[in-house]
């Protein structure tokens, strides 16, 4: 089945750690997305990548960074400059979405929840 | 800019009544609409989406959405409520010109037997 897999489903972070979560998708699409949830705040964007080794700020960058060295894997690494780390990461991707009259979904994975310990 | 708000956190309603969830939008040029479903510890589900034409657009597990210009607003319906559609329910929107999603905040939807 194609699909977007995350993991670890569950990830805590010492202070002063920098951690990585993994996101790899077999749905041959070209752009990928991260975004962070807190409770009643929706998504917020934290990067994405509309081709290899591109990728753009987008709301929330401070404190992550990101690569795109396969199309089908955008990791995300939580830095220890990201002082308010806990959250729920999502990761989605979508075809084509490069283009701005791109109309098509983003598809999602399960999630990484984030805790500091 | 774009921009997408849910004005309600949440919405209460009897299983088999009709349920309503509200959106509305701002963007500079069209709109692309979405709805999304999340349920717990879970990613985002699509339900459906509005690119033009038909302003009554229809989507997945009996969901349907309202496309209003004039009011700009995406109103996501369904005729009767399940139990198992309470979850929690994101609109989301891009503007012709933007590669990106904006989401609104979700509103949990809490369906009683």
């Known amino acids: 089945d194609g699909g977007i897999t995350q993991s670890p489903k569950y990830l805590f972070r010492k202070e002063g750690q920098n951690v990585t979560l993994s996101c790899e998708q077999n749905?041959?699409?070209?752009?990928m997305y991260w975004y962070r949830q807190d409770p009643g705040q929706g998504l917020r964007l934290i990067y994405y990548?509309?081709?290899?080794?591109?990728?753009q700020k987008g709301d929330i960058a401070e404190g992550y960074s990101v690569s795109r060295e396969k199309k089908e894997s955008f990791p995300l690494t939580v830095t220890s400059a990201q002082k308010n780390p806990t959250a729920f990461y999502l990761c989605?991707?979508?075809?084509?979405?490069?283009?701005?009259?791109?109309?098509?979904?983003?598809?999602f994975g399960d999630g990484t929840r984030l805790s500091i310990l | 800019a774009q921009s997408v708000a849910q004005p309600e956190d949440q919405v209460n309603v009897a299983e088999g009544n009709p349920l309503t969830v509200k959106c509305t939008y701002s963007v500079s040029g069209n709109p692309y609409l979405f709805w999304y479903v999340q349920y717990p510890n879970r990613g985002l589900q699509f339900l459906l989406k509005y690119i033009t034409g038909d302003n009554l657009v229809k989507g997945s597990y009996g969901f349907e959405a309202e496309f209003n210009k004039s009011q700009t607003s995406f109103h996501l319906k369904k005729p009767s409520a399940l139990v198992s559609d309470s979850a929690l329910y994101f609109c989301?929107?891009?503007?012709?010109?933007?590669?990106?999603?904006?989401f609104g905040k979700g509103t949990m939807l809490l369906v009683s037997p």
């Open positions: 989301a929107v891009r503007d012709t010109g933007y590669s990106t999603l904006t």
């Open positions: 990548s509309q081709i290899v080794n591109d990728f």
């Open positions: 749905l041959n699409h070209d752009a």
């Open positions: 989605a991707s979508s075809i084509n979405q490069g283009s701005t009259d791109s109309n098509q979904p983003q598809h």
